[in-house]
Structures are given as structure tokens and as C-alpha cells.
């Protein structure tokens, strides 16, 4: 039996990706990186800013999120976010942008610290992909 | 009867009406195939997403402690409602029909005694309504400036939304909008989104044991603004493509009656045309026999 599942990736104005022979994703979720594999029991759980790794046959991806929500379900995985770039194409100015309004939205004092906490994670992240 | 000249400066006149109508006929068809797209393509993550609240919301136990925007206030007292509308007119009873079922709406909110306030959301529904309930108000939303119905607009709308239910200004949330059948046929909808409408929907009952990671109250409540939003979303495509398409039908119409007229008015001149020469003829032959 092989070890491959499904995986859809959809944003608001369409779908992203849908790939049928995946081994292995590790999502960022909201506790901690997480890697699901085939016949992982269903879940539902959201996700922080971070990099979403995709082990296929057909070669490995990484794609950078902001947020999102994700369900494993009867082999297939959904991962639904508002905001998703594939970081083969992403380009050297646009992660500089992001990385200036991520860091903007950390240092503002009005935000609360959930909201914090999540702008750190992307300046961390963004620093990582740099 | 009006003279050659003037029917000749009305044919020309109707002629470039005609033609620009035409124009806009096929700006439209253009525009419409694109938003029709992207209303397609926007249409599994709404529908991802309410797939999950509902498995969540099944999970959820206690009603009491679940969230508020899943739940309600508590109260029905206040109604927010939302009008979706387009920004720009010509596009034959599109707006209309918005504001005749949002309307329709306020008329039985008022016989009930409850208390209406009103954000608009795309300027010609604002024009219309400030008119009538000009002091209910409370927001004007207009995307102006951006080409297509996009994700960040829609969130700038839901994070306006939730921040007045979090100070409880209201208790009930419902969007106004027009759903895309075909190019002829939209249907202005009434969408209750706060508190969400978990039970009309049909669902399969399956015993899906889902594990959560945090707990299902956190997830909800981080997914519930959400999917505010994206709903908000899915309305604002499907607008967008009823536009179009609510303008295309009414160019079309335009065009064909401005052709008609043409014909009418064709007939009109040729007639008057063949009139003035009979009369001049006769003119001419009684001179002569006269002589």
C-alpha cells in the first residue's frame, strides 16, 4: 500500500493547490510544528504564521502562510488560508515589504499579546526564509 | 409634425446611444466572464469553511459556554443589516432589487418594534437608501478604487462588523446581496450571518471524531470572525458577477430598443421625406395648369 495522500490548499480566490501524492506535510499549527502523515487521525486545528512543507513524490515544496485553518479527514488534507505564497517565487523586495509590516505590527504597543505573539512568529519566520 | 432636420438629428443622436450601449454591452460580457470566475473559484474555501464550523459546532457541548457569534447575544432586539450594492449604475434593476428586498425587510422590522441600523456597503445603495433611512446609517463602505471584489476588502468589512458586535451595538447580522443564477436572473438574498444558522443546513450526520488542537472553543472562536469575512466575501463575488451580468441583460436591452427606434424614426423620416415632395409636385402642377 502506498503512503501517499491527498492535499488541497484553497484562499479566498481560489484554489491553490491540490496534489494527490503526497508522503509527508509539517504544518506550523497554532502549539507547535506538526507533521501529518497518511491515515493521521482527523483533525481540525489552526495555524500561526510559518512555512508549510510538502513532501511529494514529485519533489519536496515550501510554501510561507500567515494563517489558516486545517483539517485531516479520510486521507485528505485542507488547509484553508487567507494568505499563501510559494516561496520558490517569492521575491526578494515583496519578503522585504512583508518583513517591514510584520515588524511595524510587532513594535505597535496597542495590539494585544495574541496578536504580538503572531506578528513576532512572521517576523521570525520571514527572517528564516531570508 | 417635426421637421427633416430635426428627425435627422434624433436618428444620429439614438445611432451613438446605440453604439454605446453596444460598448458597454461588451465591457460587461467581458467583466462578467472573469467575475463569474472568480466566484467559481471562491466557492470551495466558503464552503470548506463552513463544512468545519459545523463540525466544530457539532462537537461543542455546552451551549452556554459556545461563542457569541455562534450563538447570539441572547437578545433579538437589534438588527444590523448590511446592504451589499454595487458602485456604479446602468445595470438595470440590480440595485434595485437589493433594496427592494432589504427594504421589504426594515417595513417588517418596524412593525415588529425592533431597532434597525444599517452600513452600506458600495455607494448607489447608499444613495438610495440615506433618502428614506438616511438617520440608521451608521457606515458607508465604498471599495471605489478597487478593480475586483478581493479578500482584504472584504475583511476590512467583517473586522468592522465584529468590532460593533464585540461593543454590543447589535444582536443580529444579516448581508443583503444578489445571488448569480444566469445572466438574466439574479436573486437578491437575505444571509443571516451573527449568530450563524447552524441548522438549516443539511449535513450528514457521520460520527466523525475530530481531535482538536487547541480545543474546539479556541478554534471556533478564532474561526468564526473568519468565516465572517469570507462570507462577506462569497457575497461580494457573487455580486459582482450579478452586476455584470444584471448590466450586460439591461445593455442588451438598451441596444435592441435603441434599434427599434432607429426603424421607427427611419419610417418617420422617409415618410415625411416622400411628404414634402408629393406636396411640392403638387405645388408645381397646379401652377402650371393655372397657367
Known amino acids: 500500500m502506498s503512503d501517499e495522500f491527498k492535499i488541497d490548499i484553497v484562499n479566498p480566490e481560489k484554489s491553490f493547490l491540490s496534489k ?25 486545528s489552526f495555524l500561526k504564521p510559518g512555512i508549510i512543507t510538502i513532501q ?15 483539517e485531516f479527514k479520510n486521507d485528505t488534507l485542507s488547509i484553508l488560508t487567507s494568505y499563501i505564497l510559494n516561496l520558490k517565487d ?11 509590516n510584520a515588524e511595524e505590527e510587532s513594535n505597535n504597543p496597542e495590539i494585544s499579546d495574541q496578536l504580538k505573539y503572531l506578528a513576532d512568529q512572521k517576523v521570525e519566520t520571514l527572517k528564516s526564509i531570508n | 409634425m417635426a421637421s427633416l432636420d430635426d428627425l435627422k438629428k434624433r436618428i444620429t443622436s439614438v ?43 457539532s462537537g461543542i457541548s455546552d451551549k452556554e459556554t459556545a461563542p457569541k457569534l455562534l450563538s447570539g447575544s441572547g437578545k433579538e432586539q437589534v438588527h444590523l443589516c448590511v446592504v451589499l450594492t454595487s458602485d456604479r ?13 432589504a427594504k421589504s425587510y426594515f417595513a417588517k422590522l418596524n412593525k415588529e418594534g ?41 475583511e476590512k468589512v467583517g473586522k468592522i462588523i465584529i468590532e460593533k458586535f464585540q461593543k454590543e451595538e447589535f444582536d443580529i447580522c444579516i448581508i443583503f446581496y444578489n445571488q ?42 478564532n ?47 422617409n415618410r415625411s421625406r416622400q411628404a414634402a415632395i408629393t406636396k411640392e409636385l403638387i405645388e408645381i402642377i397646379s401652377g402650371a395648369e393655372s397657367l
Open chain 1, 20 to 44: 494527490e501524492d503526497v508522503n509527508e506535510v509539517v504544518v506550523p499549527a497554532f502549539e507547535g510544528e506538526m507533521g501529518i502523515l497518511k491515515d493521521h487521525i482527523s483533525i481540525i
Open chain 1, 56 to 70: 511529494a513524490k514529485s519533489g519536496e515544496e515550501k510554501y510561507y502562510v500567515e494563517d489558516g485553518i486545517i
Open chain 1, 90 to 100: 517569492i521575491e526578494k523586495n515583496k519578503l522585504l515589504e512583508l518583513l517591514k
Open chain 2, 15 to 57: 445611432k451613438s446611444t446605440q453604439k454605446i450601449t453596444k460598448a458597454m454591452k461588451m465591457v460587461a460580457a467581458a467583466k462578467l466572464k472573469r467575475a463569474q470566475d472568480s466566484a467559481e473559484k471562491g466557492r470551495p474555501y466558503s464552503e470548506k469553511m463552513n463544512n468545519i464550523i459545523l463540525n466544530l459546532s
Open chain 2, 89 to 101: 449604475g446602468l445595470c438595470g434593476g440590480f440595485n434595485a432589487n437589493i433594496i427592494k428586498k
Open chain 2, 114 to 154: 425592533k431597532e434597525l441600523k444599517i452600513i452600506t456597503v458600495g455607494s448607489k445603495g447608499n444613495d438610495q437608501l440615506k433618502r428614506v433611512y438616511g438617520n440608521k446609517i451608521i457606515e458607508n463602505i465604498s471599495f471605489k478604487n478597487s478593480k475586483n471584489a478581493n479578500y482584504f476588502d472584504a
Open chain 2, 180 to 221: 448569480f443564477k444566469n445572466v438574466i436572473t439574479q436573486i437578491p438574498q437575505a444571509q443571516q450571518i451573527i449568530p450563524l444558522n447552524t441548522k438549516s443546513d443539511e449535513r450528514n450526520n457521520s460520527e466523525d471524531n475530530y481531535e482538536f488542537e487547541p480545543d474546539e472553543d479556541e478554534i471556533l472562536s
Open chain 2, 223 to 269: 474561526l468564526l470572525p473568519k468565516n465572517i469575512s469570507t462570507q462577506i466575501f462569497k457575497a461580494m463575488l457573487e455580486n459582482s458577477a450579478s452586476e455584470q451580468g444584471a448590466r450586460m441583460s439591461a445593455m442588451d436591452n438598451a441596444t435592441r430598443n435603441a434599434g427599434e427606434m432607429v426603424d421607427k424614426l427611419t419610417i418617420e423620416y
